[in-house]
C-alpha cells in the first residue's frame, strides 16, 4: 500500500510565476490536507478537502493560493504569482473517511524555492 | 483563536535518559491530539496519538498524557537513543467537521551518545 505521494519533491520558480503542487492520498483515503512549512517553524494548516469539495480552507492567504481534489486525479495547490516569501516546504497529508479520520498521513513534501 | 504552545523548543538528553516535551492547547473543544516526529528533511510521522476521552496511552519506550481540566499534553520517551534525536512536533485537532491539527512550534529533540 504506497504512501500519501507528492510531486514534484523540489520546485524552483522565479517571482511571478505559477507553482502547482500535486497530492496523491494513500488508496482508501478520501480527506486531504495542505500544510506549509517555513524553515525551522511547525506546519501551518491551509485548507482540507475531500473529493470534489473545499471542506476548510481558513488557513489559506486570501489571494494567489487556490486548492482542489477533483473526482479523478491527485489534488493541486496551486500558487499564482509567486512571491519569495512562498519559500517553504509544503506537505499534504491524507486520512480515512468517517470515523476514522482523525490519524493523518504525510506525504513526502514538495519544497518550493522562488528565486 | 485556537493555539498549541510547545516547550521547550530544545532539549538535548543523554543517551538512555529520559525526555519530556509539554504542550497546552486553547480550544476546549479539541478531542484529539498527535505527535509527530520530522527528521531533517522528511515527512512527518505520527509517532503516537491519543484521543480525549483517555489519560495515557504508552507504546513501548513513547507515552503521553493528557489532562484535559488544565489543557495540557505531554510526550515522555524513555532510555533515549541517539535515533531518537529529530524534532518533534504536537498537535492539536478540535471537534466539529474540520480536521485540520493545530501544531505547535516543535521541539528539537538530541540524544547525546
Known amino acids: 500500500n504506497a504512501g500519501v505521494m507528492q510531486n514534484p519533491r523540489h520546485l524552483v520558480r522565479r517571482r511571478g510565476q505559477e507553482a502547482r503542487l500535486r497530492c496523491s492520498p494513500m488508496?482508501?483515503?478520501?480527506?486531504v490536507y495542505w500544510y506549509r512549512q517555513l524553515p525551522e517553524e511547525g506546519l501551518k494548516f491551509m485548507v482540507y478537502?475531500?473529493?470534489?469539495?473545499?471542506?476548510?480552507e481558513s488557513g489559506m492567504p486570501k489571494e494567489r493560493f487556490s486548492a482542489e481534489f477533483p473526482k479523478e486525479g491527485p489534488s493541486i495547490l496551486r500558487i499564482q504569482q509567486v512571491v519569495r516569501g512562498d519559500s517553504a516546504a509544503y506537505f499534504c497529508?491524507?486520512?480515512?473517511?468517517?470515523?476514522?479520520?482523525?490519524?493523518?498521513?504525510f506525504g513526502p513534501g514538495t519544497r518550493l524555492t522562488v528565486l | 483563536g485556537e493555539n498549541v504552545e510547545q516547550h521547550p523548543s530544545t532539549l538535548s538528553v543523554q543517551e538512555g535518559d529520559s525526555a519530556v516535551i509539554k504542550c497546552t492547547y486553547s480550544?476546549?473543544?479539541?478531542?484529539?491530539f498527535p505527535w509527530y516526529k520530522q527528521e531533517l528533511g522528511k515527512r512527518p510521522q505520527l509517532i503516537i496519538d491519543?484521543?480525549?476521552?483517555?489519560g495515557e496511552k504508552k507504546d513501548q519506550r513513547i507515552a503521553v498524557t493528557l489532562n484535559k481540566t488544565a489543557k495540557h499534553f505531554s510526550l515522555h520517551i524513555t532510555e533515549t537513543q541517539p535515533e531518537d534525536s529529530a524534532v518533534y512536533f504536537c498537535?492539536?485537532?478540535?471537534?466539529?467537521?474540520?480536521?485540520?491539527?493545530?501544531f505547535g512550534q516543535g521541539t528539537t529533540l538530541q540524544v547525546k551518545p
Open positions: 497529508a491524507s486520512s480515512p473517511p468517517q470515523a476514522q479520520r482523525n490519524e493523518q498521513f
Open positions: 478537502l475531500q473529493k470534489e469539495n473545499i471542506i476548510d
Open positions: 498537535a492539536a485537532r478540535g471537534s466539529g467537521n474540520t480536521g485540520k491539527l493545530i
Open positions: 488508496k482508501g483515503h478520501s480527506h
Open positions: 480550544d476546549s473543544a479539541s478531542n484529539y
Open positions: 491519543i484521543r480525549s476521552n483517555v
